[in-house]
């Protein structure tokens, strides 16, 4: 497992755009999926988007197509997703994930597949 440490969340205005930061530790990151989920007051944690070890193959929520787009730095072992035109739906605590096998395969959208979680950081988009 790697320890994850997500940034760069914050309260923005609809159809702005925000980029979060994920920074993991340890060296095995690099043969890693990453993952972006979310979490609503009251609601479950539900998968954003997802991107296998190489940043080749990305997978996303129908909700966010066209609008987020995940990517990653291996060198820098940090993992991105860049949002624009923000909307209020959006709001959300958003998670960064990781898991040892680095493809994408069935049940990438479930939380249960996904071995090691950051922290969450607060992103609120007002209208």
């Known amino acids: 497992q790697v320890q994850l440490a997500e940034s760069g969340g914050g309260m923005v205005q609809a159809g702005d755009s925000l980029t979060l930061s994920c920074v993991a530790s340890g060296r095995t990151f690099s043969s890693n999926a990453a993952a972006w989920f979310r979490q609503a007051p009251g609601k479950e944690r539900e998968f954003v988007a997802a991107i296998n070890w190489g940043g080749v193959v990305t997978h996303y929520t129908e909700s966010v197509k066209g609008r987020f787009t995940i990517s990653r730095d291996n060198a820098k072992s940090t993992v991105y997703l860049q949002m624009n035109s923000l909307k209020p739906e959006d709001a959300a605590a958003y998670y960064c994930?990781?898991?040892?096998?680095?493809?994408?395969?069935?049940?990438?959208?479930?939380?249960?597949?996904?071995?090691?979680w950051g922290q969450g950081t607060q992103v609120s988009v007002s209208s």
């Open positions: 994930a990781a898991k040892t096998d680095g493809t994408l395969g069935p049940g990438v959208t479930t939380t249960r597949i996904w071995n090691s």
